[in-house]
């Protein structure tokens, strides 16, 4: 068994922190977690930050609040790359000791000599535990630099360092890095350290195949957490862009994904990224919160929004209209809000075709007699008398539930019409109903 996938596997995220955290990287992270956890080995952090004038303390900070943010603890203190130059530097002075490098200077600027590594001049290969068997001819292979003429290292030579530095022996990185492995394999033999395992990740990328960028949606850690979205559905939707459970469970806890979590089932095509996707599966996560902690959220958002509920058993009653419908929690005022207050805003596209053709309202106050003459205001006896007033009037259930709906709550679509009536109740009913026509005035001046 390979020893880098048993309890002794030693794995690491190696982030440049150069900016926003796109969701490729953290997904590396995950990948990275998920296995050290599985196996009951070590996940590490190192922080690439040699980069002096890209990577800024706000970048880093971004890293660790990504990482807390969804849950992905580090086994020891993180390292941060630009500690460990001296290290780096001997480590050159070791490969060019041994033959392994040598000194140039490179187009002869004059600027000084660089350190050059030696590839050894014959075909490569390694196996990669998600892209398989992978080779690269000798003549493809070039030496390389690994200390500037400047005296910096380069970021092949601190990355293998300080992988041999941790006892890194599993290797989850994205693919823009197979090419580099090459070198990073050269130098661990020139070396004589013990070689790590590899697994190169495919890329997230949008609809058109290409790399998933800002420019399709949000692409960065911060932005789903801004936009009230739940860590543990991100970390589930990340987790299966790129890795599937082998049936079509979805829905996966922290702990079943730990359970079932594998090299193997990575695949080897790009993922895309699909937002409608992703957000089905945050309302999952909303739902499947406790009773009381769902009320809680609810309710803060709609004080948020200056929306106080009459009373509990009121609340109690609308939640579960709208529990289907809310996709993440900053969505909950808007979706809400008719339930809560008579201030609500028309959606004028539905108001111009719902309230706005002939014979609409009309009918609306036809309705609106037959709904005022119920003994019950309950949906069967609302559904009952809106089917009723429809066949005598020789007009399909269509051309009274529309209007209604848009009268009362100003919007299109929404929970189940007669539901949504009941829990209103008869007063907010027969008044909007009674209202319409001043509606359809005031957002239409002309008419
Ligand atoms: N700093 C490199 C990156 O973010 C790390 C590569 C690696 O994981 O080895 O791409």
Known sequence: ?????????????????????????????????????????????????????????????????????????IDEEPVYQSTRREAHLAMAEQLLASGHAYKEDKGNTGRGEAVIFR????????????????????????????????????????????????????????????????????????????????????????????????????AYVGDFQAKGYLPEALFNFLVLLGWSPGDDREFLSREELVALFDLDRVGSNPAQFDLVKFE?????????????????QFTACL??????????????????????RIKKWPDTAEQAHYFFSDHFSFDEKAVRKRLQREGALENLLALREAFAALPDFTATALDEALRNLAEQQGAKPADFIHPVR????????????????????????????????????SLNPSE
């Open 303 to 324: 004080a948020e929004a200056g929306l106080i509920p009459d009373d509990d058993a009121y609340l109690d009653r609308v939640i579960p209209l709208l529990k289907e």
């Open 1 to 73: 068994m390979n020893t880098a996938l048993t309890s002794s596997v030693r794995c690491r995220f190696a982030p440049s922190p150069t900016g926003n955290v796109h969701i490729g990287n953290i997904r590396t992270a995950i990948y990275n977690w998920l296995v050290a956890r599985h196996h009951g080995g070590k996940f590490l952090l190192r922080i690439e930050d040699t980069d002096r004038e890209r990577s800024t303390p706000e970048a880093v900070q971004g890293v660790l609040n990504a990482m807390d943010w969804l849950g992905l603890t």
């Open 119 to 218: 590839m050894p001049g014959e075909d490569m290969g390694f196996d990669d535990l998600v892209k398989g068997p992978l080779r690269k001819a000798a003549a493809d292979l070039k030496d390389f630099v690994i200390v500037r003429s400047d005296g910096n290292p380069v970021f092949h030579l601190s990355n293998v360092a300080d992988d041999i530095a941790m006892n890194i022996n599993l290797v989850i990185r994205g693919d823009d890095h197979v090419e580099n492995t090459y070198r990073h394999l050269a130098l661990y033999q020139a070396l004589g350290a013990p070689l790590p395992s590899f697994a190169h990740l495919p890329m997230i990328v949008n609809h058109q195949g290409k790399p998933y960028s800002k420019r399709d949606g949000d």
């Open 280 to 296: 089905n599966l945050n309302g999952q996560y909303m739902r499947a919160l406790p009773d009381s902690d769902y009320k809680t």
């Open 406 to 441: 848009v009268a009362v709550t100003g919007q299109a679509g929404g929970p189940s019409l007669f539901e949504l009536l009941e829990v209103l109740g008869r007063d907010r009913v027969l008044d909007r109903m009674a209202k319409a026509k001043e509606t359809v005035a």
